[in-house]
C-alpha cells in the first residue's frame, strides 16, 4: 500500500507562485510514475502533469504548459509541482497521483490509470 500526502495549497493572488508537494510513504517510490491532477467546484478531475520514474520524462496539460513544472526527488520520495502565473482559473483541489505502469502520455491523462491517490490540497487564486 502507498500513501501519498499532498501540501502547499493555499489562497494567492493573481500572478503569484506556489510550489505544492507530495511525499509518497513507500521506498520504490522511484518505480512509479507520478501525476497531479486537479478538479475545480462542479467540474471534473484534469490532468495537470506527469513525470516519469527517472523525472527525464515530462508531460504537462496544454491549459498549464509554460506555467507549471513537475520534478521529483527520488532520495526524498517526494514530487513537486511548480505553480507560476496562476490565474484565478486554476482553483482547484490538487491531488497527487502514483502509476506503476509505463510512461506512456495518452494512458497518463486518465485518472483511472492512477494506483494510489492523496486527499488534495486546496489552490485558490484570487483575482
Known amino acids: 500500500q502507498v500513501q501519498v500526502v499532498e501540501s502547499g495549497g493555499g489562497l494567492v493572488q493573481a500572478g503569484g507562485s506556489l510550489r505544492l508537494s507530495c511525499a509518497a510513504s513507500?521506498?520504490?517510490?522511484?518505480?512509479?510514475?507520478m501525476g497531479w491532477f486537479r478538479q475545480a467546484p462542479g467540474k471534473e478531475r484534469e490532468f495537470v502533469a506527469a513525470i516519469s520514474r527517472s523525472g527525464g520524462l515530462l508531460y504537462y496539460a496544454d491549459s498549464v504548459k509554460g506555467r507549471f513544472a513537475i520534478s521529483r526527488d527520488n532520495a526524498k520520495s517526494t514530487v513537486y509541482l511548480q505553480m507560476n502565473s496562476l490565474k484565478p482559473k486554476d482553483t482547484a483541489v490538487y491531488y497527487c497521483?502514483?502509476?506503476?505502469?509505463?510512461?506512456?502520455?495518452?494512458?497518463?491523462?486518465?485518472?483511472?490509470?492512477?494506483?494510489?491517490w492523496g486527499q488534495g490540497t486546496q489552490v485558490t487564486v484570487s483575482s
Open positions: 497521483a502514483a502509476a506503476s505502469r509505463q510512461f506512456v502520455r495518452t494512458v497518463l491523462v486518465t485518472s483511472d490509470s492512477y494506483d494510489y
Open positions: 513507500v521506498r520504490t517510490f522511484s518505480t512509479y510514475v
